[in-house]
């Protein structure tokens, strides 16, 4: 079993309130979840209005699945225009490791 997980740095747009933020957000984490099949969590930046973490995670039985489905995830993430993707940070692990 493979597990894998990619953590987006974003900065948002002209979002001024939490409440702007989570509408800019909540899409993006509908589209990640419908394309990848993945779960997705914002994970990180809460409490800041134009910064957000997204996390996104796969298990699969084979490394290729997992790193296709995170290729998928980013390119999706890096292709918004409404954003900036600052990082991608990605980690794979072999479950018996």
Same mark, same amino acid.
């Given at each position: 079993?493979?597990?894998?997980?990619?953590?987006?740095?974003?900065?948002?747009?002209?979002?001024?309130?939490?409440?702007?933020?989570?509408?800019?957000?909540?899409?993006?984490? @509908?589209?990640?979840?419908?394309?990848?099949? $993945? *779960?997705? #969590?914002?994970?990180?930046?809460?409490? =800041?209005? /134009?910064? @957000?973490?997204?996390?996104?995670?796969?298990? $699969? *039985?084979? #490394?290729?699945?997992?790193?296709?489905? =995170?290729? /998928?995830?980013?390119r999706l993430v890096a292709g918004r225009p409404d954003i900036t993707l600052?990082?991608?940070?990605?980690? =794979?692990? /072999?479950?018996?490791?």
């Amino acid at each position: 079993m493979w597990i894998g997980w990619i953590e987006f740095d974003l900065l948002l747009g002209d979002v001024h309130s939490l409440k702007g933020k989570r509408a800019v957000i909540r899409p993006i984490m @509908a589209e990640l979840r419908r394309a990848t099949e $993945a *779960s997705v #969590a914002e994970v990180g930046e809460q409490d =800041l209005h /134009r910064r @957000a973490v997204i996390g996104v995670g796969v298990v $699969a *039985s084979g #490394a290729d699945r997992v790193t296709d489905t =995170l290729d /998928r995830a980013e390119r999706l993430v890096a292709g918004r225009p409404d954003i900036t993707l600052l990082s991608a940070r990605r980690r =794979l692990h /072999r479950s018996d490791e």
